[in-house]
């Protein structure tokens, strides 16, 4: 099963891509504004970088 995960509990958020506990994508990313603005851009990358569509989540 494929998983997003994210931590927006302060300005350095963390958020990954993992399949059956494996990590395919972690990334470290410090919001400057909101995370309303950053999260679908940090998550379409992540997507793109471990060649999964959304439709996989």
Do not use: H
Request: zero cysteines; charged letters at 25%.
């Amino acid at each position: 099963m494929l998983t997003l995960a994210f931590d927006t509990s302060t300005l350095q958020g963390r958020f990954a891509l993992a399949e059956d506990g494996e990590i395919l994508v972690y990334q470290p990313f410090n919001v400057g504004g909101s995370y309303a603005d950053a999260l679908l851009k940090v998550v379409d990358g992540m997507l793109a970088d471990s060649g999964r569509k959304k439709s996989e989540l």
